[in-house]
């Protein structure tokens, strides 16, 4: 054989498996027999060729061909059967859609089986075409328009169930705690109402006084912004001031007077023997003996006497002339600091020949 021959036969059987495969795609199987039937739709909005064409959800065959009618703008479509299908005369071809993407179907649907006792549409009659909505797509609707949607019979039912509701709910009758809140609510708002309109009617009896505290309040506030450095100052000398306090060290504050409680303690300790020893001795003199019967016969107890007498009055004049010395909350080093000042102050009125009074009213 001829290799031009052979080259001739090649290109006829791919061209001819290419066109197989093409019906093929289409839903035509040029290697099996079919029967077809057509339709006539006034809209086939995503159909196509190829479109399967089921009964019962099993698919029996496909669309082969939409054609337009010029005339009457209507669309003829028509099915390609597999062979051995009966379909009866009272046949709908429903264009219907069957998944969420929108993909389309031609479904089949008839109330009675044929089985080809003259009862079957002959192949190439015209099946009665409808197009189902999207929703009687996806409830099961044959698009007869004396036929009840189940979408109006749920919707009955819920119509029914929600009135029921709401009379159990809101009604007045009903005795159900939700009901009696709610009549309850109704009436707080109606107070509300009344209420909301006699402070309305307050606020206009008195809406220049209020005008008036606005305006008072709106002065303030200019004031305190005018007055936004000074408080800005004396917010910083508070820190200052906080500042300062922190860096107390009050433990050695604390520990010095302690020290000088102890110091008092003890001289109100000695304080409280000397009365202990005058109250002895009275009670000597009152009983015609004792200490003070000496003191009018002997000198030596006069002049003991006398040198504790100046020691009281010496602890009493330091204690008005320095009663830093005595304070509790004084600091050892400010004790020391007060009696350095007090010595020069001594020392430059004796240098000057005066007491410390004449010197203090002469320095000024």
């Given at each position: 054989m001829r ?5 001739g036969?090649?290109a006829i ?9 093409y ?20 809209s ?6 190829g479109?399967?064409?089921?009964i ?7 669309v ?17 059967i ?5 379909i009866p ?9 069957v ?17 080809g006792?003259?009862?079957c ?5 015209e ?20 036929e ?7 919707k009955?039912t819920?119509k029914s169930?929600?009135?029921s ?11 159900n ?16 109402k ?22 008072n309040?709106a002065?303030l ?9 000074s ?5 910083d ?12 060290d009050?433990e050695?504050?604390m ?13 109100l300790?000695?304080?409280?023997k ?24 002997d ?7 006398n ?30 600091k ?7 102050l001594e020392?430059?009125a004796?240098?000057?020949g005066?007491?410390v ?5 002469k320095?000024?």
């Open positions: 290799y031009e021959v052979k080259i036969i090649l059987v791919a061209i001819a498996l290419a066109f197989w495969g019906k093929f795609i289409q839903g035509s199987n040029l290697l099996s027999s079919s029967t077809y039937y057509y339709s006539i739709y006034d086939v909005d995503g159909l196509t060729v479109t399967p064409v089921t019962s959800g099993v698919s029996v065959g496909s082969n061909g939409i054609e337009l009618n010029q005339q009457d703008s209507k669309a003829k479509v028509t099915f390609d597999k062979k051995g299908i009966n005369k009272n046949t709908k071809a429903l264009i219907a859609t998944s969420v993407m929108g993909q389309k179907a031609v479904i089949l649907s008839y109330d009675q089986p044929c089985f006792d003259g009862d549409a002959e192949e190439g009659t099946l009665e075409g409808r197009v189902l909505s999207l929703l009687a797509s996806f409830t099961g609707g044959t698009g007869d328009n004396d009840v949607s189940p979408v109006d019979a749920a009955e819920l169930t929600m009135d509701l709401m009379h159990e709910l809101f009604s007045p009758e009903s005795d705690p939700i009901a009696r809140s709610t009549n309850d609510l109704a009436i707080t708002m109606e107070n509300l009344a209420s909301t309109a006699r402070l309305q009617r307050i606020l206009d009896a008195n809406a220049g006084e209020i005008n008036t505290t606005m305006e309040l002065a506030t200019n004031t305190l912004a005018a007055k936004q450095e408080i800005a100052g004396m917010i000398n508070a820190e200052g001031f906080s500042e300062g306090l922190s860096k107390i009050l050695e504050t520990t010095e007077v302690n020290t000088t409680i102890k110091s008092l303690q003890g001289t300790s000695r304080a409280d000397a009365v202990g020893g005058v109250n002895t001795l009275m009670q000597d003199v009152n009983s015609g003996k004792g200490t003070l019967g000496k003191l009018l016969s000198d030596k107890m006069y002049i003991q006497l040198e504790a007498t100046r020691s009281i009055d010496s602890l009493a004049t330091d204690f008005q002339d320095k009663p830093y010395r005595y304070v509790p909350f004084k600091s050892r080093k400010r004790v020391l007060h009696d350095k000042r007090d010595a020069k020392a430059d004796a240098a000057a005066m007491t009074e004449e010197y203090l009213l320095k000024g």
